[in-house]
């Protein structure tokens, strides 16, 4: 089972841990609480579904975080994280449908369980509980969910669109990225700054090194799935490949214009790849391949990106925190 957010961030400081702990205590059971609030039994029981299945909880962790530069215990900054995570967890739902995903958190996806059809409504069913509850966060927080979700929206657009003709596919692929992931990831400590009544410089700030992380993070996660015989929650290496997704290493890789990388291509043309044979070949062939090293490299440049706006924040427990997400950010890739 994979370790939870706070379990790998492990902060050196005692009263920084002890707080966040208790943040994310209370976070769980509001985060239920809201998502089962309808008088429609299909409704309470699937929207916890993936809620129940657990998750990292990456995203309100990082709205504590982010609160820690203004007055944490300021009581929108509770109501911030459960809406960040409905928001993320409603994406899941979506994903999942788009991607035929089978699985998810080590559970059937929400389509296998209950159908397309109940899983899309049950997302939208949490796209709005997080815009409702949202209404109490004020004018600023309110814009920045609502940008947050609108590219969203785009990433995923974009994703299933794919590069427009001239435009170079890595530079596509990481457009998504900033979009579908990175998007969150940096309203998340946004939130935290703006609800925990932060300056403007310091929100300047969390926004910009999480909108870094985000990529750094899903170009570490990229890796990840190709390098590791077993990733980190469970699941076997190749995912992307069976899902049919091309993510950058296989883009730098399919580029580097020798005999590999033209076989590659070949089998990553034909769509999922799903036989064994197959499956192990192309897995083999990025291994090999220098594109790891350089997809390695862009994440530390992003990595670096998040470090530079963390120094401009106030010296603080949770700055350093902060600062070691963008190691573990990269080193979880190694």
């Known amino acids: 089972m994979s370790r939870s957010a706070l379990e790998q961030l492990a902060p050196a400081d ?3 841990a002890g707080g966040l702990k208790e943040a994310m205590t209370s976070f769980e059971a509001h985060l239920r609480e809201v998502a089962v609030d309808s008088s429609e039994p299909l ?14 909880r990456w995203r309100p962790l990082l709205v504590f975080l982010g609160a820690r530069f203004g007055d944490p215990d300021a009581p929108q900054v509770r109501t911030a994280a459960v809406s ?8 899941l739902y979506h994903d999942d449908v788009m991607d035929e995903a089978p699985m998810r958190h080590n559970v059937p996806s929400a389509h296998v369980r209950y159908g397309n059809k109940v899983a899309i409504l049950v997302g939208d069913h949490l796209f ?9 966060l004020g004018d600023e927080a309110r814009r920045a969910q609502s940008l947050a979700f609108e590219r969203l929206v785009r990433g995923q657009v974009r994703e299933a669109e794919g590069p427009r003709p001239g435009e170079d596919p890595a530079d596509h692929y990481v457009s998504v990225v900033r ?3 990175a998007s969150l990831i940096a309203l998340s400590v946004r939130l935290g700054g703006i609800c925990s009544g932060a300056d403007p410089g310091t929100i ?3 926004t910009a090194y999480g909108e870094a992380l985000g990529v750094a993070f899903q170009l570490s996660d990229d890796l990840i799935d190709i390098m590791s015989e077993v990733d980190r929650s469970g699941k076997a ?11 950058l290493p296989m883009l730098y890789a399919v580029g580097e214009g020798d005999a590999g990388a033209r076989r590659l291509g070949e089998i990553l043309r034909s769509g999922p790849v799903t036989d064994p044979a197959l499956h192990a070949e192309a897995l083999d062939l990025l291994r090999g391949s220098p594109a790891m090293d350089r997809a390695r490299e862009e994440a530390e440049r992003y990595a670096a990106e998040a470090r530079a706006a963390v120094a401009a924040l106030p010296d603080s427990p949770a700055r350093d925190a902060l ?4 190691d573990l950010a990269v080193r979880r890739a190694a």
């Open 204 to 206: 300047k700030a969390l």
């Open 237 to 247: 290496a190749g995912t992307d490949l069976r899902a049919g997704l091309t993510t």
């Open 128 to 136: 709005a509980r997080a815009a409702s509850i949202s209404i109490d």
């Open 43 to 56: 409704i309470r029981e699937a929207a916890v579904h993936l809620i129940d299945a657990g998750g990292k």
């Open 84 to 91: 960040v995570e409905l928001l993320h967890v409603a994406s």
């Open 323 to 326: 600062d070691s997400l963008c």
């Open 14 to 16: 005692d009263n920084l």
């Open 179 to 181: 979009d579908k992931s």
